[in-house]
């Protein structure tokens, strides 16, 4: 099952304005991720939240989690033209190994929303 | 420059010809990962590994083998390419596992199978 969603699919809007995307998941996590992915090529991380963080900045990129809501959100403020691309969020999940012991290797991404910022 | 490495970038093939997609890095990441990409399935992984010699599956592993026999190196194998493995292949690492740090992403690798 999807584990990362994100919420709106596609997103237009105008230079300058703030965009947000939502992101939700089913299961525990340990921590979430933003990507972001210009078209056809690969993805760059943006941040990184942990399962005991609420918020966190970085730049014009804004993050909050809500573990008991499973979701987060990803708030890019004062767009410009060069935003335009499409972000991910991203899960990781733990996993029991062969040997019954726990390891973290499995990272899940949504289906991203695709962001267009119009000069 | 740090870099994840991928080759080759596009790649038109038939059905059944086996084929090898290389991966490298020079990060000294001990985790490497496969993904493909999708038109609204968005990113699935295929395998990982965790360290050499050390591989496990991912969400959609059938068709596709992989080794770690350095640290640098994840190549993904497909022994007999089908029509629906035609699709954009991304090979990601990291240090430790996901729990911890971001993944790096190579250029992707188009795969179109006939």
């Known amino acids: 099952s999807q584990q990362g969603e994100e919420d709106p699919q596609a997103l237009s809007i105008q230079e300058g304005e703030n965009a947000t995307m939502n992101c939700s998941y089913k299961t525990s996590i340990n921590n979430l991720q933003w990507y972001r992915q210009n078209s056809g090529r690969g993805l760059v991380h943006l941040i990184l939240i942990r399962s005991n963080e609420r918020e966190k900045h970085s730049g014009r990129l804004r993050v909050t989690l809500d573990t008991s809501k499973k979701s987060s959100s990803l708030l890019i403020t004062a767009s410009r033209a060069a935003d335009t691309a499409s972000y991910f969020c991203?899960?990781?999940?733990?996993?029991?190994?062969?040997?019954?012991?726990?390891?973290?290797?499995?990272?899940?991404f949504g289906q991203g929303t695709i962001l267009t910022v119009h000069p | 420059e740090a870099q994840v490495t991928q080759n080759p970038r596009y790649l038109i093939t038939v059905t059944g010809k086996k084929l090898t997609v290389t991966c490298s890095q020079n990060?000294?990441?001990?985790?490497m990962s496969w993904y493909r990409q999708d038109p609204g399935l968005g990113l699935r992984q295929i395998y990982y590994s965790m360290n050499v010699e050390v591989t496990d599956k991912g969400d959609v592993p059938e068709g596709y083998k992989v080794s770690r026999k350095e640290k640098r190196n994840f190549p993904l194998i497909l022994e007999s390419p089908s029509p629906n493995q035609t699709s954009l292949y991304f090979c990601?690492?990291?240090?430790?596992?996901?729990?911890?740090?971001?993944?790096?992403f190579g250029p992707g690798t188009r795969l179109t199978v006939l």
């Open positions: 990060m000294n990441h001990e985790y």
């Open positions: 991203a899960t990781d999940a733990q996993l029991v190994n062969n040997a019954g012991g726990t390891s973290y290797g499995k990272l899940t």
């Open positions: 990601a690492s990291s240090f430790l596992g996901t729990g911890y740090n971001e993944q790096f």
